[in-house]
């Protein structure tokens, strides 16, 4: 009857000891203290809320760096503009002068018409991901609000350099 009774309690001991095993093993394939909601219903609910929250601030994160780059777009965008808008200034400046020639206010004015296409080109080009940035094109442009210089009781305006 003892050999009975060794057998039972070994075989007993044998299968608890292989579910133990498997539980370890359990655990350690997935990383988790608590694999089932049945080893610890309590950890299991707070592991849970953790990786909810944790997959969340990942998501966050990679919404944050999505805006970082577009807002890196939209930053070169306006530096490309405000390039233009200076080099207009410029040649409206030079165009002031009042000793330059017909041809060469020409030439003034065909340069400013090509920056302002160049303008305008960035304005409608201008996207991330498909979504424009700049908010289409640019309407009703007057370069007379823009650029003019004084000199003494004389005011020089960009769109005299148009006009001419």
């Known amino acids: 009857m003892r ?14 000891t292989t579910r133990a095993i498997s539980r370890a093993l359990e655990r350690l394939s997935t990383g988790s203290r608590v694999p089932r909601i049945a080893d610890d219903p309590i950890a299991y609910s707070l592991g849970q809320n953790l990786r909810t929250k944790v997959t969340g601030l990942q998501i966050g994160i990679r919404n944050l760096n999505d805006s970082k780059s577009k807002m890196s777009v939209i930053e070169s965008s306006l530096q490309a503009q405000i390039d233009i808008a200076q ?13 330059l020639s017909q041809e060469t ?23 991330f991901n498909g979504d424009p940035l700049l908010n289409g094109p640019a309407r009703n442009m007057t370069a007379s609000r823009v650029f003019y210089q004084k000199t003494g009781t004389r005011r020089y305006e960009y769109d005299k350099l148009l006009n001419t």
Do not use: H, W
């Open 105 to 127: 206010r020409e030439q003034l004015r065909q340069e400013v018409q090509a920056l302002m296409i160049e303008f305008q080109k960035i304005t409608t080009e201008s996207d």
């Open 87 to 99: 080099k207009m200034r410029e040649i409206a400046l030079q165009g002031a002068n009042e000793t």
């Open 3 to 16: 050999i009975g009774t060794y057998n039972s309690t070994l075989s007993l001991q044998l299968s608890q």
